[in-house]
């Protein structure tokens, strides 16, 4: 095993030592996510041409400091109580259900039904600091350092989405469907790389 492969494990070894008190499910996921991130990263530099002892400082400044890192995922982790993992579920879920429900009961209102969903889950976002959902969050589990932003950002981005749904459902033009799509994909696109170029780091 080469230095950077101890550095990893250990690293990755602190950091389950760490997430002790989470479900062993999510603990082991962020861990393995986590480590994948840990090589792909070195793997980037080292085709870069940098020695190991560069690679190593680069890491101590781009990675978050172990205490940073485990109190980000534990404050973003289902809680540990059976009452509390359920509570959690509901708030998740019940929205989504109630909405798809809606949405078969009312056909022609569906997009003022899906932007109400979006504007819940934007809500729970800022408040609740839900991010893992997200995928710039879920692709740098470990560098991250923002995570009060990304909400904030999330919480917009979610509630932009739901506005474009609710024009949607009011205006009528030549390539509606096509607009509507595309406007989508710039917003979510544009979200993710800005959360992943600025504040993944």
């Given at each position: 095993m080469d230095q950077l492969e101890?550095?990893?494990s250990n690293y990755t070894a602190e950091l389950e030592e760490r997430l002790a008190r989470i479900q062993k499910v999510h603990r082991e996921n962020v861990v393995e996510e986590v480590k994948d991130h840990l090589y792909s990263f070195v793997q980037d530099y080292k085709s870069q041409g940098l020695t190991d002892a560069?690679?190593?400082?680069?890491?101590?400044?781009?990675?978050?400091s172990m205490d940073e890192l485990a109190e980000g995922i534990m404050s973003s982790s289902p809680k540990n109580s059976l009452h509390h993992r359920m509570k959690k579920n509901y708030t998740l879920i019940l929205p989504l259900i109630a909405g798809s429900l809606g949405i078969f009961a009312f056909p022609d209102h569906q997009e003022l039904l899906i932007a109400?969903?979006?504007?819940?889950?934007?809500?729970?976002?800022?408040?609740?600091?839900?991010t893992w959902?997200?995928?710039?969050?879920?692709k740098n589990p470990g560098r991250v350092k923002h995570h009060e932003k990304v909400s904030q950002l999330g919480s917009i981005y979610l509630f932009l989405l739901?506005?474009?749904?609710?024009?949607?459902?009011?205006v009528t033009m030549t390539n509606e469907n096509l607009i509507f799509l595309s406007v989508i994909v710039f917003i979510s696109l544009s979200f993710?790389?800005?959360i992943n170029r600025m504040l993944a780091r």
């Open positions: 101890t550095i990893i560069e690679i190593e400082e680069k890491i101590q400044q781009e990675f978050l109400l969903m979006l504007f819940i889950y934007s809500y729970l976002v800022v408040t609740k600091k839900m959902g997200f995928a710039a969050v879920r739901g506005m474009v749904f609710i024009i949607g459902q009011f993710f790389f800005y």
